[in-house]
């Protein structure tokens, strides 16, 4: 008998094929419905799971906010409608519906509630993770409820429940909805309850397609028109989801698309010999291009040769604003030439007196103008250990006296120039800079500062 060869296509498809690894049908239906449930035991392990979570992201543990995800029940209800709308189940839909609603209540009151009374009340890091949702946090969802899905419905589940629990993150956008309740905070509530909505959405559409690429058995429906208006919600839903993730998420990408235009017009066309750039940022409200340079003074010719070559780097609109410090060797050199001319003046004789006292007015001067330029760099040392313990994320302070010189009108200006490194692991978002600049212009004694951040990795 002639061996009958298959084509790769077939081949492909037989590695692929998930229906031979289904256990029962009626078993996985059974155990799905019973934990779309909320009463009793599963109710309070929700709560101490959200409380556990809400722990973890005040007091930025990674590790407890894990084991909170594991224990938590809140998937079923998820779990219930994407599997009723697989099937053609309405009844389990309403019921799976009715307990995720319930299920959201309580975990925000119950996040709500402990926000309220902890006496930690800064956002961290873990916390600030959960606001800003983009079409990454999408695809995880997508992921994970696929993973889900598909170890519920097959034999050999292994640990794949437990990382889709992972994966699926449902809990802590949920608990930092909370935080922004407790803390009066719109846009912190907003965006993460947007987050836990993308996860539900998405779960749920995996949940479906999981159940109709196994072949459940679906329900007949009395009105043909009903599962056409089903169909019809997922994708108006999943539309109206996806469009602000997919808006957010162009706004990072434009924003890392600037970020390295600007690194690589820094690079090639303000890299000098005896200059050195340590900051660098952009400016989007004000259309600026900031840069930080210290070492040999750029030269005005050399500006405007740049700036001409914006728009080589995509970089039109913006204008160049380059911060040179000042130069604390030339001072010092100054002050040594008018101590050697004082010395040389007074061993002459008394009738020069007068420039002896006119010379030592000019050393009395720059003695203070030295002074007022070492005050910070000693200022910032001393501030260190504090401004560890009150802003976690800033890895590094330097505070120095800052000569600004615009290239269009010429005019400069002095200030206080704080140059702050920042942790890449640990949030530090607008309400942070701001108080972070009000506690110098206390700590300076003065309104003239400025703040440029860069992070270190």
Known sequence: MEKQVRSPLTIIKGYFNALPDKQREQETVEQITKNAVFRGVSLWVLIFAIFIASLGLNINSPTAIIGAMLICPMVGPILGMGLAIGINDLELLKRSFK??????????????????????????????????????????ALGGGAAGILALATKDKGNIIAGAAIATTLMPPLCTAGYGLATWNLSYFLGA??????NMVF????????????????????????????HRSIIVIVTLTLLPAAYLTYNIIQKSVLNTNM??????????????????????????LNIVAVGKTIPTETVE?????????NLEGYSLNIVQGSQVDSILLAQQKTRGKEAATA?????????????????????????????????????SKEVKVLFPAVRSITLTNATETKTTSGETSNYVLA???LSPSLRFNNTDRNRLKNWLITRTKSEAIKTVYTIQR
């Open 193 to 198: 309850f947007y987050l836990y909505f993308i």
């Open 419 to 421: 140059l702050i490194g």
């Open 203 to 230: 779960i749920c559409l995996a949940t479906f397609f999981g159940v109709r690429m196994l072949r459940f058995k679906r329900k007949t429906l009395e009105d043909n028109s009903t599962e056409v208006k089903i």
């Open 99 to 140: 307990n995720h609603v319930i299920s959201i209540v309580i975990s925000i009151l119950t996040a709500t509630a402990y926000f309220l009374i902890t006496p930690l009340t800064d956002a961290g890091s873990e916390l600030l993770s959960y606001t800003s949702p983009t079409l990454y946090d999408i695809l995880i």
């Open 263 to 288: 690194t690589r017009f820094v690079k090639k066309e303000l890299a000098f010999q005896g200059t050195e750039i340590i900051s660098q940022n952009i400016d989007p409200e004000n259309t600026k």
């Open 347 to 383: 061993a002459t004789a008394n009738e020069h007196n007068e420039v002896l006292l006119k010379q030592a007015g000019q050393i009395n001067e720059l003695e203070k103008q030295l002074a007022s330029y070492t005050q910070y760099e000693t200022l910032g040392q001393e501030i």
């Open 305 to 313: 040769k740049a700036k001409e070559k914006l728009t080589y780097y």
